[in-house]
């Protein structure tokens, strides 16, 4: 399955943006989504995750509040809105998407930029 990311760019702090993450595989077949990220000198982190099926999310501290996952599963498409944006945030942001039973998955995008000024 391929995953591709769109919607990352230059933005001020306490600006907002929308990252978008679409599969080419029915998300009914992948179990759980997410969104991490990575900055300069940083390992990887989780930033939220959800579940295909009900709907389950969950939140990194650091971004509670601010961010919201949600899914379009007749789209296939997965979202991340991020409100509030600090400089913090900078960094690369890459969707992933896993299925536990088969045909087994663990796909990643290829990651989109997301920068926010001071």
């Known amino acids: 399955a391929q995953l591709v990311e769109s919607g990352g760019g230059l933005v001020q702090a306490g600006g907002s943006m929308r990252l978008s993450c679409a599969a080419s595989?029915?998300?009914?077949?992948?179990?759980?989504m997410g969104w991490y990220r990575q900055a300069p000198g940083k390992q990887r982190e989780l930033v939220a995750t959800?579940?295909?099926?009900?709907?389950?999310?969950n939140y990194a501290d650091s971004v509670k509040g601010r961010f919201t996952i949600s899914r379009d599963n007749a789209k296939n498409t997965m979202y991340l809105q991020m409100n509030s944006l600090k400089p913090e945030d900078t960094a690369v942001y890459y969707c992933?998407?896993?299925?536990?039973?088969?045909?087994?998955?663990?796909?990643w995008g290829q990651g989109t930029l997301v920068t926010v000024s001071s």
């Open positions: 959800i579940t295909t099926g009900d709907g389950t999310t």
């Open positions: 595989r029915s998300t009914f077949t992948i179990d759980i």
């Open positions: 992933n998407a896993r299925a536990w039973d088969p045909p087994f998955l663990d796909a």
